[in-house]
Structure formats: structure tokens, C-alpha cells
């Protein structure tokens, strides 16, 4: 079955620098992988997607993810984030592409003035 | 930007009460989901739809659960008898064939 560990409750980071979010995932084949951001009292916005091919894979509002079979890691990174970036995230891997999604308990990111 | 719609965003009841939530996909999706979110907790898997069946669903998804589509347009889950237990934020997403499932913004269920 699959798995996802986001082993980062919560990361805070000043506004301009650098931010890497981890995740490991746990599945016998290749995995489909996504990045979901959700704000206060808001829904789940997809942020980026890995199915295959190209191991770095670029997303919205800046993000890009890099899937690392050897590791079973697809860490999220952004390379200056801005306070509207605040928010939780949540890695997640399916088995298909139209299969149920299993998420990880996701980081909440903090943002420093 | 097509977008995946639910209704209400906010929904009290009382517990033993009937509800229904409402959820209208993106129009070309094929694929339907429910998850919830208890606060402060993992958004889990409820049920999966597709062809007008539940192709998956969890051990969450038991007997009080249903999930309809009851016409082009709508898709719904239905909790015949709220406990305490099921207040939470439940989402609907669809999912086309070669795409991620895309997300509403949610019904924040309270069970009081």
C-alpha cells in the first residue's frame, strides 16, 4: 500500500530565502506524485504533478519538486518565497493516474517578515 | 479557469440528522473522489467514482455513506445518520483521464 512521510510539521523561513519541503513516499512501483497547497479555510490547490518522464518538474506560483527514485523522496522546493506562500502543504502519491490519492499530514510553512 | 464546485460551505446539523453535500466536477472529468479532513488532521480517502459506480472506497465509507450522480452535472455524498464523529471538512475532486485530481474548496461539516 502506499505511504507518504512529510517528517516536518511545521518549517519557518524569512521572507526571500530558500525553502525545501521534504517528502518520502513508500510504493512498490513507480509512483504518481503531486504537491497540494491548502490556505486558511481553503480548498486543495495542485501546486505540481509527477507522472513520468522529466524528474524535475516546475508548478505554479513559482514551486518546482524533484523525484529522487533512489531516495523515494520528492522534496518541494522554491528558491525565494514571498508571506503569501504561507500556508500548509501536503505531498501525495497515487498508484494511477485516476487512482485514490494518499496524502501525507503536510508542513505547515511559516513566513518571517 | 474550470474549477470544482461544493455546497454549502458550511453545514451544522444535528447528530442522528441526514445530509447531503453537493459537488458539481469539472464538466469533461470522468473521475469523481470525496475525501474529508477532521481538523487539524491528513486529508483521507472516502470513495472513488467512476461510470456511474464506486470503483474504491476506505473503511471510512461504510453503510451511512452513499454517493450519487444524479444527473450530468452533480455529484453528491450523502451521511444518513451524522454522529459526532463525522464533523470535518469534506472535499470533492474530479480528475480526467491523464490529469491530477483537482480539488474543491470544501463543506466544513459540524455535527452538534
Known amino acids: 500500500a502506499q505511504s507518504v512521510t512529510q517528517p516536518d510539521i511545521h518549517i519557518t523561513v524569512s521572507e526571500g530565502a530558500s525553502l525545501e519541503l521534504r517528502c518520502n513516499y513508500s510504493?512498490?512501483?513507480?509512483?504518481?506524485l503531486f504537491w497540494y497547497v491548502q490556505s486558511p479555510g481553503q480548498g486543495l490547490q495542485l501546486l505540481l504533478k509527477y507522472f513520468s518522464g522529466d524528474t524535475l518538474v516546475q508548478g505554479i506560483k513559482g514551486f518546482e519538486a524533484e523525484f529522487k527514485r533512489s531516495q523515494s523522496s520528492f522534496n518541494l522546493r522554491k528558491p525565494s518565497v514571498h508571506w503569501s506562500d504561507a500556508a500548509e502543504y501536503f505531498c501525495a502519491v497515487g498508484a494511477n493516474r485516476d487512482d485514490k490519492i494518499i496524502f501525507g499530514k503536510g508542513t505547515r510553512l511559516h513566513i518571517l517578515p | 479557469e474550470p474549477e470544482v464546485t461544493q455546497t454549502p460551505s458550511h453545514q451544522v446539523t444535528q447528530m442522528g440528522q441526514e445530509v447531503i453535500l453537493r459537488c458539481v466536477p469539472i464538466s469533461n472529468h470522468l473521475y469523481f473522489y470525496w475525501y474529508r479532513q477532521i481538523l487539524g488532521q491528513k486529508v483521507e480517502f472516502l470513495v472513488s467514482f467512476y461510470n456511474n459506480e464506486i470503483s474504491e472506497k476506505s473503511e471510512i465509507f461504510d453503510d451511512q455513506f452513499s454517493v450519487e450522480r444524479p444527473d450530468g452535472s452533480n455529484f453528491t455524498l450523502k451521511i444518513r445518520s451524522t454522529k459526532l464523529e463525522d464533523s470535518a471538512m469534506y472535499f470533492c475532486?474530479?480528475?480526467?483521464?491523464?490529469?491530477?485530481?483537482?480539488f474543491g474548496q470544501g463543506t466544513r461539516l459540524t455535527v452538534v
Open positions: 510504493y512498490g512501483a513507480t509512483p504518481y
Open positions: 475532486a474530479s480528475s480526467e483521464a491523464t490529469a491530477a485530481a483537482f
